[in-house]
């Protein structure tokens, strides 16, 4: 499903995020990416979603190969990925239910076929009664089960995960990963980049370590 | 088609929610747009009822020739003979004395008074047009015929009127040119309102495009919002212009009527405000789309 083949990333001043990183994750897999701050987790992952261009190498994800793909075509690459972040990015002047509509309406689904799969994300994400709620009453644990239910609503394809459980205590931490194990078991492929791999030990992942932006296991 | 049809809707109703919230600058916003429009379209306004009125009136200069009541039939034959050797002199029409008494009697509707004065008062008289394109001739032939032998008295009619319709050709002009500066500033205020717009909703922006947004469905509202607030700064310049148009007309209503019976300054035509709502609504979305252009590209996912 997703392909990592030699992947460099290096910043302007010289410094090496990833150096010919190799690896694959198949459909319905759940892979972590661990390491130390600046392993070059986070990098990978804005790699894969086209949000930055690898210096060398190729990533390829589903037969497309993202790393030389024309700026046209990345918006619909994007909608085959669900996005968590873990900053959230919530819209903080938007109800919950607007925040997890958003990827309908950049796909152009009616406003009742929206409305029904944003109710039957959030009640997934154990969050139907919050649907009108600003994000800002919500607590950490909440926030962040609402940006898996923006990223799960469209039922993308790949989830890629940045730092899911970061911040959350391990009640939430433990709800999160059951999450993204129930998507995983139901097809989805999940990329996850984490400094906490202990978290997702019920899930068991397949884990790819890196280090100084190089593979180590 | 539906989708996109629901696309454009739902730009549309964003770009709805966008003037409304909040409310206050959209509406100084519409304010300045519209201030902006209303200037011009007085300007064209004045100059168009100015053409009318110069129409109503005989804009064509004549130069009378009265002559003296002792004058003879040679000494008057004299006088014709001058003129029509003139080159100011295009044509030349004698009015005799009996003739002018007459058209006094009905005309003027003093015919009681006249009949009242015994004798005919009034002198022979030539009327002479000037030739197209000679606008001084006529000046020229009214000095020399001052010295005429039984001219007793020579005056130029309808200059002033001349002159008005050349003030009016100014006038649109300068409508025309206000027009397109102020154009330029409404373009201006619009691109900087989207500006505004976009920098307040960067973080909107940017998830936007981490979700898969292309930039059309990013830049559509956007670009509704620059229609809407051009269209509605249209409609409040209009506005302006009719509130100001009624308050002329009631406060120069009686100066107006005795400028050759016009019963009042007109309105802005259907088809002028058409024009300028259009306009106004084409130059928001043009404003608008420049700004989205050149500040969409800045906000890249982080």
């Known amino acids: ?217 | 088609m539906t989708r996109w049809l629901a696309n454009h809707a739902r730009a549309l109703r964003d770009a709805l929610d966008r003037l409304r919230h909040p409310l206050i600058p959209t509406a100084l916003s519409v304010i300045v747009i519209g201030s902006a429009l209303a200037l011009p379209l007085l300007l064209h306004l004045a100059a168009r009822n100015l053409a009318t009125l110069s129409g109503q009136l005989d804009a064509e200069p004549q130069l009378t020739l009265f002559l003296d009541t002792n004058a003879t039939e040679t000494e008057t034959e004299a006088v014709a003979r001058l003129l029509a050797r003139h080159p100011a002199a295009s044509t030349v029409r004698f009015v005799t004395r009996a003739e002018a008494l007459a058209d006094l009697r009905t005309s003027a509707g003093l015919g009681g008074s006249v009949d009242d004065l015994g004798r005919n008062p009034l002198p022979d008289a030539f009327v002479v047009t000037g030739r197209e394109g000679d606008p001084t001739g006529l000046e020229t032939l009214r000095d020399e015929a001052a010295s005429w032998r039984k001219v007793e008295h020579a005056q130029l009619d309808a200059l002033w009127a001349r002159k008005l319709a050349a003030t009016v050709r100014v006038g649109r002009v300068a409508a025309l040119l206000l027009a397109s500066l102020l154009g330029i500033a409404l373009t201006a205020v619009t691109f900087n309102t989207i500006r505004l717009q976009i920098l307040g909703r960067r973080d909107e922006i940017e998830l936007s495009k981490l979700i898969g947004a292309t930039d059309a469905f990013i830049r559509r509202p956007f670009l509704y919002f620059g229609l809407l607030l051009g269209a509605g700064g249209g409609l409040a310049g209009l506005g302006m212009v009719a509130l100001a148009v009624a308050t002329l007309n009631r406060q120069l209503s009686g100066a107006l009527l005795l400028l050759g019976g016009v019963g009042g300054f007109s309105g802005p035509a259907i088809s002028d405000a058409a024009a300028v709502v259009g306009v106004a609504a084409g130059l928001g979305w043009f404003g608008a789309a420049l700004s989205v252009g050149r500040h969409l590209r800045r906000f890249e996912p982080s």
């Open chain 1, 1 to 217: 499903m997703i392909t990592i083949d030699h992947v460099s990333k290096r910043y302007p001043g010289g410094r090496d995020a990833l150096r010919q990183v190799s690896f694959t994750v198949a459909k319905g897999e759940m892979v972590l990416l661990t390491g130390h701050s600046g392993a070059g987790k986070t990098t990978l992952l804005r790699l894969v979603a086209a949000i930055e261009r690898p210096t060398a190498g190729t990533i390829t994800v589903g037969g497309q190969n993202v790393s030389r793909m024309g700026n046209r075509g990345i918006p619909y690459l994007r909608r085959n990925f669900g996005l968590v972040f873990q900053d959230h990015k919530l819209l903080h002047d938007r109800s919950v239910f607007e925040n997890v509509v958003l990827p309908l309406r950049v796909t152009g689904f009616t406003a009742r076929e929206a409305a029904s799969r944003v109710r039957a994300a959030l009640d997934k994400v154990g969050l139907l009664a919050r649907e009108r709620d600003n994000p800002v009453t919500l607590s950490g644990g909440e926030r962040q089960r609402v940006c898996i239910a923006r990223a799960i609503v469209h039922r993308p394809a790949i989830l890629l995960a940045d730092e899911p459980t970061g911040n959350l205590d391990a009640d939430n931490a433990r709800n999160i990963v059951a999450l993204l194990d129930v998507f995983r078991q139901v097809g989805a492929t999940i990329l996850v980049a984490t400094h906490d791999a202990e978290a997702f030990s019920a899930a068991a992942p397949r884990v790819i370590t890196l280090s100084a932006g190089a593979f180590v296991a």
